[in-house]
C-alpha cells in the first residue's frame, strides 16, 4: 500500500532535513521537494 501526503510550511531547507531524517529513523520514506 502506498500513501502520499505533502506537508507545507518548513521555515528553511534545515527544518525539512530534520523532518525527513526523523521519518527515516521510523522506516518511512521522505522525498524533499521545494515548491517554485
Request: aromatic content about 8%; hydrophobic content about 40%.
Amino acid at each position: 500500500m502506498f500513501y502520499r501526503l505533502r506537508v507545507a510550511g518548513f521555515e528553511n531547507t534545515e527544518q525539512t532535513r530534520v523532518m525527513c531524517e526523523a521519518l527515516r529513523a521510523r522506516s518511512i520514506d521522505c522525498i524533499p521537494v521545494t515548491l517554485q
